[in-house]
């Protein structure tokens, strides 16, 4: 069945008109050219880059030795009060610590010892017990007692052009002192310096006269020469780090 628009279009004699195919032919190109329209895709935004925040570094911990001779400042103040020269060694064995500081405010001959001992070894280990004694005194000293060995030592702290210095180590060549200290010895000459008297000593005066008590054992002859080659007169206003010794 045709529609009523195919009933009106042929219909005996019935022509378009030019202005109806004109109108019709508009509407399809425009049509069609609306159907075609290339799709035209929107660049997105650029986002801006995010620069990472950079954290602020902190310090590096203090070194181990950063206080002057492995000291604090509450045990060098300790021995200042006496009103006696500071003499350190600027030098120490690796893993050595303070242990602990005496000080004798005598009336005649003030004084102080320092301790240091092996800490950085393992418990159970021969080395366990390794410590050496700093010690300072205005004056009272007595001769060093003969050993079986000694070394004849120049430190850069020595003054005194010429003057006999030395380490002795070894048993005692006394008899009597050997009964009594069987015991290797190892101890410096009393070394002369502004103010008083410096020495370095070892396992065998330590423990004998040391109180409390603490017991020890011997550095080696090499290590107890690095140290007192190390010896300096520490200036109130210098302030450093007690540096190990390789």
């Not at 009933?7 to 049509?31: D, F, I, K, Q």
């Not at 329209?37 to 902190?58: F, G, N, Q, R, Y």
């Not at 079986?148 to 070894?170: F, Q, V």
Request: aromatic share 6%.
């Amino acid at each position: 069945m045709r529609s009523r628009l195919d009933n009106w279009t042929h219909r005996p004699g019935w022509r378009m008109r030019p202005v109806a195919w004109a109108w019709a032919g508009l509407c399809l190109l425009s049509v069609t050219a609306c159907d075609n329209s290339p799709t035209v895709s929107k660049t997105p935004e650029a986002v801006p880059e995010t620069v990472p925040e950079t954290a602020t570094p902190m310090p590096p911990p203090p070194p181990d030795g950063a206080f002057l001779a492995l000291l604090p400042p509450e045990q060098t103040n300790q021995i200042r009060a006496l009103g006696l020269p500071l003499v350190l060694p600027t030098a120490i064995p690796e893993g050595f610590e303070v242990a602990q500081v005496q000080t004798q405010p005598d009336e005649r001959f003030a004084g102080y010892q320092i301790l240091y001992r092996d800490q950085g070894v393992p418990a159970g280990s021969p080395a366990e017990h390794r410590c050496f004694l700093v010690e300072f005194t205005e004056g009272g000293i007595g001769g060093t007692p003969t050993t079986e060995n000694r070394l004849t030592l120049k430190p850069p702290i020595l003054a005194e052009d010429g003057a006999e210095y030395g380490l002795n180590y070894g048993p005692y060549t006394d008899a009597a002192l050997r009964e009594q200290f069987p015991e290797p010895s190892l101890v410096s000459d009393w070394l002369p310096v502004a103010g008083g008297f410096v020495r370095l000593a070892g396992a065998a005066l330590i423990n004998t006269t040391l109180t409390p008590p603490v017991a020890c054992t011997d550095i080696t002859v090499e290590a107890a020469v690095s140290i007192i080659d190390s010896l300096a007169v520490i200036a109130d206003e210098i302030q450093g780090d007690g540096v190990p010794a390789e």
